[in-house]
T-cell receptor, first 109, second 114 residues
Framework: GQNIDQPTEMTATEGAIVQINCTYQ??????LFWYQQHAGEAPTFLSY??LDGLEEKGRFSSFLSRSKGYSYLLLKELQMKDSASYLC??????????WGAGTKLIIKP | DAEITQSPRHKITETGRQVTLACHQT?????MFWYRQDLGHGLRLIHY???????NKGEVSDGYSVSRSNTEDLPLTLESAASSQTSVYFC?????????????FGPGTRLTVL
């Protein structure tokens, strides 16, 4: 079957750095997405990786290793507004999106 | 600005009733999707459409139906609501049929079936 694993919850301190991991086992691969979802709100797009390596976008970076079935989202200089759930989603060989259950990130002052 | 809206935002209904959730987008996207989101689960695809008169079943389509009569709207109908359908429902749209671009999500509808 298809599976995406992310930690359920993480806690970090304001101003620090946090890495949220995502491992996947899917039938084929056509890219990996990260979305941010604040409580009670809709998911919003953060990044899309299809090639191996690191992509940086401001305070957020996303890394992909296709051979390891692994990605991470790196958040730097954490702010209280970064408290949210972070969803990992993989595009399989049929171009269907498979979603992880999400990682709830709690930022403490 | 283009947007995607859902109505109602909150709905309480009784088991056995028919319920329709509305989704309207002004992005002019051909591709529209309905998901449900439950604690401990990722977003699960219910139905999707790649254009007018096109509808397809997703992972959890049993008990749900959609119709696409125009580009802007994809209403989701629960034929006979069940308590297991209590959930938060999100509608989304995208420009690319192959999902290789961002999906834009509506604000969600919280449905409670008593």
């Amino acid at each position: 079957g298809q599976n995406i694993d992310q930690p359920t919850e993480m806690t970090a301190t304001e101003g620090a750095i946090v890495q949220i991991n995502c491992t996947y086992q899917t039938s084929g691969f056509n890219g990996l997405f990260w979305y941010q979802q604040h409580a009670g709100e809709a998911p919003t797009f953060l990044s899309y990786n299809v090639l191996d390596g690191l992509e940086e976008k401001g305070r957020f970076s996303s890394f992909l290793s296709r051979s390891k079935g692994y990605s991470y989202l790196l958040l730097k200089e954490l702010q209280m507004k970064d408290s949210a759930s972070y969803l990992c989603a993989v595009l399989d060989s049929n171009y269907q999106l498979i979603w992880g259950a999400g990682t709830k990130l709690i930022i403490k002052p | 600005d283009a947007e995607i809206t859902q109505s109602p935002r909150h709905k309480i209904t009784e088991t056995g009733r028919q319920v329709t959730l509305a989704c309207h987008q002004t992005w002019n996207h051909n591709n529209m999707f309905w998901y449900r989101q439950d604690l401990g689960h990722g977003l699960r695809l219910i139905h999707y459409s790649y254009g007018v008169q096109d509808t397809n079943k997703g992972e959890v389509s049993d008990g749900y139906s959609v119709s696409r009569s125009n580009t802007e709207d994809l209403p989701l109908t629960l034929e006979s609501a069940a308590s297991s359908q209590t959930s938060v429902y999100f509608c989304a749209s995208s420009e690319s049929r192959f999902h290789t671009d961002t999906q834009y999500f509506g604000p969600g509808t919280r449905l409670t079936v008593l």
